[in-house]
């Protein structure tokens, strides 16, 4: 099925046009209602005819996409005659546009869905490779909680919020995950789990006032209060004429939407991995603590008023599938949360998360390398877009997925005399031995190469905050601007004997000569 309409092409001969992508159509309706539809037949935009008859729903050669009924009588169009030869375009993006000969956008239904992820994140490379399901039993934590004592350390029953910090900790460190893919049952491993696990609970915090006055936010005080209180069967899941005048507590629908969403967004907007707890029951019976989960956010995909968030769920190792979506549109009512993998979830929220020294011990445990494949003959390295690329010395590029084993490398092009490669905002930086900075994109396969300017006794390359860095042959620091044409490189500083350089979590690191990393900040 094509995701075009030509010129002189009638929708209502074809029925339906749909996206590359699939994922998403654009549908002629018997009723006379023009629809975008997303996946599972979720209705995203219309143009509100429905019950009119639609004989014709044609691009004409004069560029305006019109609805006729019977007898040639308008019904609706996209108001962009007066350019021969355009046409409409459903795209993978979710938007429908419509293009002049050259290119031009003309119209469109603004539907494109926004996808944001922390960069390098994703749950198969820097989540831990065994399930929070498979812990042995080991003696019980106990907190008190509202004057109970309840375990919270049995192994056994998930340290679910442990894997979640702990996650964080590495990735923000830099550190990565450890290969283990049994989980521990004592050792550095476990006991950093398990203090994280206890960390993630925000007992530090102090305890609210009780009873709640008012509308209080997430976390509220430490955790178990934050999930009593959520789990409190009296807490309405959609807004009362209570809580809209103030007098009573806002609904779950709300805190969820207007409270911590916006939390969630901001980490993600800002690079930030976002812990989320998960609220399964309801229950007052503080023993049912153990019954929810917390989960790590590493990504959204927002189409309206839809959200998607993705998820590094510790029940769910090595999998990048999972989601949990609601909608923002009415956080009065209630609101439903669709979870890939759990059954029920009445409530989320974003507790307080601090990044933790990581343990010497526990660093001697995971900082080692591991041998994961081969490189033959590479000259030069860099990683977007969920690929390795490689530039090796028979001048040829390829690219590999960066999974912790063996897989092949795939010749995508030609990589002519590179000493050292970056990439950032959906480019691939190469800079030559003849001085020369050139671009491409990362796709696979072979494109040209584009000259952007000069990159003058360039040994290695970087790529963080909006700018590239360099590191030449006479000890020096230089950045510019990652843009198309020729610009000025600015000296920032020293690189002395760097062999390699690169970015991540707002720190450059080098390699040296003398077998040595160093890392500094990039401003």
């Known amino acids: 099925m094509s995701d075009t309409l030509n010129t002189n092409e009638d929708l209502t001969a074809t029925g339906a046009i749909t996206s590359s992508n699939s994922g998403s159509t654009l549908v002629m309706q018997g ?19 429905a019950g009119r008859s639609v004989s014709q729903a044609i691009m004409q050669g004069d560029g305006n996409f019109v609805m006729y009924g019977p007898g040639g009588e308008y019904i ?22 419509i293009y002049d000969p050259d290119g031009n956008a003309l119209w469109a239904t ?3 869905i926004v996808h944001q992820a922390v960069p390098g994140f994703l749950p198969s490379t820097s989540g831990f490779h065994f ?16 004057g109970n004592q309840i375990g919270i350390g049995d192994a056994a029953n998930g340290l679910c919020g442990g894997m979640v910090f702990a996650a964080r900790d590495c990735f923000e460190a830099g550190v990565p995950i450890p290969p283990d893919t049994a989980a521990p049952s ?31 936010t997430p976390p509220l005080g430490p955790g178990p209060y934050t999930y009593m209180w959520l789990m409190n069967p009296a807490l309405a899941d959609h807004e009362t004429d209570a809580s809209k005048l103030g007098l009573s507590p806002h609904g779950r629908a709300w805190i969820m939407v207007k409270e911590e969403w916006p939390k969630i967004k901001a980490d993600i907007d800002n690079s930030r991995l976002s812990p989320v707890g998960m609220v399964e029951v309801k229950s007052l019976d503080p023993t049912q603590l153990g019954k929810n989960h917390q989960v790590l956010v590493y990504g959204y995909d927002l189409d309206g008023t839809d959200v998607t968030l993705r998820l590094y769920d510790p029940n769910a190792p090595d999998s990048d599938s999972v989601t949990m979506s609601f909608s923002t549109a009415n956080p009065e009512h209630t609101t439903a949360v669709l979870n890939s993998i759990v059954p029920t979830v009445w409530c989320f929220f974003r507790p307080a998360y601090n990044l933790a020294s990581l343990l010497p011990d526990i660093a001697s ?6 041998h994961i494949g081969h490189a033959n003959g590479v000259a030069a390295m860099a990683a977007i877009n969920g690929k390795l690329f490689a530039a090796t010395s028979d001048n040829r590029l390829w690219w590999r997925d960066p999974v912790g084993n063996d897989v092949s490398w795939e010749h995508i092009g030609h990589a002519n ?25 990362p796709v696979g396969h072979d494109v040209n190469w584009e000259h952007i300017g000069h990159a003058n006794d360039v040994a290695a390359m970087a790529a963080i905050n909006g ?3 360099a590191a030449t042959r006479d000890n020096r620091l230089w950045w510019r601007a990652p843009v198309g044409h020729d610009v000025s490189w600015e000296h920032i500083g020293h690189a002395n004997d760097v062999a390699a350089m690169a970015a991540i979590n707002g720190k450059l690191f080098a390699a040296t000569r003398d077998n040595r990393l160093w890392w500094r900040e990039p401003m």
């Open 467 to 469: 700018k590239l860095f």
């Open 365 to 370: 445990h995971i900082k080692s390398w591991q």
């Open 76 to 97: 609706w169009d996209t108001a962009t005659d007066g350019h021969p030869g355009a046409r409409l375009v459903v795209q993978n993006d979710g938007n429908i546009v």
């Open 186 to 216: 004592s050792g550095p491993l476990f006991d950093y789990i398990v203090k994280r696990l206890l960390d993630s609970f925000n007992l530090i915090l102090p305890a609210p006032p009780l009873p709640f006055m008012g509308t209080p």
């Open 110 to 112: 603004n539907t494109d």
């Open 131 to 146: 399930s929070n399901s498979s812990f042995d039993h080991v003696p019980p934590i106990k907190i008190d909680i509202l």
């Open 417 to 441: 005399d590179v000493v050292a490669m970056a990439a950032i905002n959906g480019k691939l930086f190469a800079a030559t031995r003849d001085n020369r900075l050139w671009w491409r994109d």
């Open 31 to 49: 009723d006379g209602n023009l629809v975008l539809y997303r996946p599972g037949g979720r209705a995203r935009w219309a143009t509100n005819t």
